[in-house]
């Protein structure tokens, strides 16, 4: 049979691109790596070096939260706080909450802080990460635990010496 319409000319043979590779016969970076092996020990180093830079982001944000909270705390600054309400006040860019007791018998005041810091990594964007922490606020000053404690060792040892425990040599 004789072929119909007009012939078919033959167009210079390209070599078609392989699997992996781009147009211009190039293999990417990425694909390169892992067939030599190492893509995967590249990726899991970046992801933990993306991990401890969020980690110390937020260790850097928690410490400035906790001067920021315990500078209100000592300058009696307590209402923009808002202890013990069970409400959320926001410090800076974070939602916190803040409650306090009192011990009686260690005389200090025992605050408490809990809430939601936000960190922003390239990665993720941002995301929350809850935060914990605590102050001891002293109820009496030194002062009066230095007239508490009385004198020292002296005022036991001549305690003792009134006994007659102590023995002469």
């Not at 933990?48 to 209100?72: G, P, T, Y």
């Not at 600054?77 to 202890?83: A, K, Y």
């Not at 404690?149 to 425990?165: A, D, K, P, R």
């Given at each position: 049979?004789?072929?119909r319409g007009k012939?078919k000319?033959?167009?210079?043979?390209v070599?078609?691109?392989?699997?992996?590779?781009?147009?211009?016969?190039?293999?990417?970076?990425?694909l390169a790596?892992e067939?030599?092996?190492l893509?995967?020990?590249?990726?899991?180093?970046k992801?933990?070096?993306?991990?401890a830079?969020?980690?110390a982001k937020?260790?850097?944000?928690?410490?400035i939260?906790?001067?920021?909270?315990?500078?209100?705390?000592?300058?009696?600054d307590?209402?923009?706080l808002?202890?013990?309400s069970?409400?959320s006040?926001k410090?800076?860019?974070?939602?916190?909450c803040?409650?306090?007791?009192?011990?009686?018998?260690?005389?200090?005041?025992?605050?408490?802080?809990?809430g939601?810091?936000?960190?922003y990594?390239?990665?993720?964007g941002?995301?929350?990460d809850?935060?914990y922490g605590?102050?001891f606020?002293?109820?009496v000053?030194?002062?009066e635990?230095?007239l508490?404690?009385g004198?020292?060792?002296?005022?036991?040892i001549?305690?003792?010496e009134s006994?007659?425990i102590?023995?002469?040599?």
């Amino acid at each position: 049979m004789a072929p119909r319409g007009k012939p078919k000319t033959e167009e210079p043979a390209v070599p078609s691109p392989r699997r992996g590779m781009d147009s211009t016969g190039n293999i990417p970076l990425n694909l390169a790596m892992e067939k030599l092996g190492l893509g995967t020990a590249f990726r899991n180093k970046k992801l933990a070096e993306m991990a401890a830079e969020r980690k110390a982001k937020l260790a850097q944000e928690e410490a400035i939260l906790e001067s920021i909270i315990v500078d209100k705390i000592c300058s009696k600054d307590w209402d923009s706080l808002l202890p013990n309400s069970g409400k959320s006040t926001k410090i800076g860019t974070h939602n916190i909450c803040v409650r306090y007791r009192k011990d009686d018998v260690l005389r200090q005041r025992i605050w408490e802080w809990h809430g939601h810091v936000m960190i922003y990594d390239e990665y993720d964007g941002y995301s929350p990460d809850y935060v914990y922490g605590n102050y001891f606020e002293p109820l009496v000053s030194d002062e009066e635990v230095k007239l508490e404690m009385g004198v020292g060792l002296g005022t036991m040892i001549s305690g003792v010496e009134s006994i007659g425990i102590v023995r002469e040599f």
